[in-house]
């Protein structure tokens, strides 16, 4: 067993049950030795550190702790950039590393962060260095750095767009793992979009549904799916059904996970008041209710579904709160979890829906 720091994004909460899940559905054993909202570190079997950055949405970094500088750097070249990167207050080995890569022959030039007032590499900076994390008195060599440019790509080139209506990368594979979903098994997203749940399910090796009452999604769904096959080489298959979600019944027998942003409600555009607000969370509960139920009939394991928390113009918040809904049916849940954004006038709230 090894030990690993996961740096991790930006919901602390959401980013440890995402990665506990995924470890979960691959049956990953894993030992947490320290828990706080900056990072994890998990005793862990040798992990696939540039598999899990790529499938994970809440995780920034991986690195493996070590004892000493040995293997540090492993390339052939005699001329490297390095980077450190502190969460916390920590020790200055600056001069350790500068005598190792003298010791190496290697001429090592460091590389800092743009933001002067913090001490460590956002994921953008940290790619093609070689990195140094300090936490909590452990050193750890990064394995493996979220790249922003892979998301990017699967966003702006794909065929078809629907810029105020699109969920983003991060979130859908949030999502996903949440549900519990492994390579090879079938995932439902009963509000596709234009696919985004759909094409990082097939990215991670997983067959997927996509449903939408709208004509215009499906289509703009399968040019985006063909394009994900074409550039990914994804073995995975496709359904694509245009329909309510509270019909899928008469499409669909079984699957094994949901993961799904419903419906959220009119576009806002400028904070609503309160009166407003929760006049459109009491329109939302019955479809939300509808759909759960009509989702629980099909689904094998977990319903991952995201709910609405409204600011309002006030700067209160007014949840869509499908607690009492799920109590009362005797139905196991989770959460919610926040999943917030800065320049967002609507927070989302996540649950996991269980199967008894």
């Known amino acids: 067993m090894q030990k690993y720091i996961f740096i991790l994004g930006r919901d602390p909460e959401l980013s440890r049950k995402e990665l506990f899940a995924y470890c979960e559905s691959r049956n990953l054993k894993y030992e947490v030795l320290d828990t706080s909202d900056i990072a994890l570190i998990l005793s862990m079997n040798n992990v696939n550190a540039e598999k899990m950055i790529e499938d994970l949405g809440g995780i920034q970094k991986i690195a493996l702790i070590v004892d000493s500088f040995d293997n540090l750097y492993t390339g052939t070249k005699n001329k490297v950039r390095y980077?450190?990167?502190?969460?916390?207050?920590?020790?200055?080995?600056?001069?350790?590393?500068?005598?190792?890569?003298?010791?190496?022959?290697?001429?090592?030039?460091?590389?800092?962060?743009?933001?002067?007032?913090?001490?460590?590499?956002?994921?953008?900076?940290?790619?093609?260095?070689?990195?140094?994390?300090?936490?909590?008195?452990?050193?750890?060599?990064?394995l493996a750095v979220f790249n922003p440019k892979h998301h990017k790509f699967r966003d702006t080139k794909r065929p078809a767009q629907r810029p105020l209506h699109t969920i983003s990368i991060r979130l859908a594979k949030i999502l996903i793992n949440l549900s519990g979903a492994k390579p090879g098994d079938t995932v439902?997203?009963?509000f596709c979009g234009i696919g985004t749940v759909a094409q990082e399910a097939m990215v991670m090796g997983m067959d997927v549904i996509g449903s939408d009452n709208d004509k215009f999604c499906i289509e703009a769904s399968k040019k985006n799916l063909e394009f994900?096959?074409?550039?990914?080489?994804?073995?995975?298959?496709?359904?694509?059904?245009?329909?309510?979600?509270?019909?899928?019944?008469?499409?669909?027998?079984?699957?094994?996970?949901?993961?799904?942003?419903?419906?959220?409600?009119?576009?806002?555009?400028d904070y609503p008041s309160e009166q407003k607000a929760r006049g459109v969370a009491r329109n939302l509960l019955p479809l939300y209710q509808e759909t759960i139920q009509t989702l629980r009939k099909i689904t094998k394991k977990n319903i991952v579904f995201i709910t609405p928390r409204f600011r309002t113009t006030a700067r209160k918040e007014v949840p869509v709160n499908i607690a009492p809904l799920l109590e009362k049916n005797h139905i196991p849940f989770e959460g919610p979890f926040l999943y917030s954004s800065p320049t967002s006038k609507m927070l989302r709230e996540i649950w996991i829906i269980k199967q008894k």
Do not use: W
């Open 188 to 190: 439902l997203d009963p």
């Open 228 to 269: 994900i096959k074409a550039h990914y080489n994804c073995h995975s298959s496709y359904r694509l059904i245009e329909t309510d979600a509270r019909q899928l019944t008469r499409f669909i027998s079984r699957v094994d996970c949901v993961a799904t942003e419903p419906y959220l409600g009119p576009f806002i555009k």
């Open 83 to 142: 980077a450190m990167s502190q969460y916390g207050e920590e020790e200055d080995i600056k001069n350790e590393l500068k005598a190792y890569f003298k010791k190496e022959g290697i001429k090592a030039t460091i590389k800092k962060s743009h933001h002067q007032e913090q001490d460590y590499l956002t994921p953008s900076e940290a790619q093609n260095v070689v990195e140094i994390i300090q936490y909590k008195g452990n050193v750890a060599k990064s």
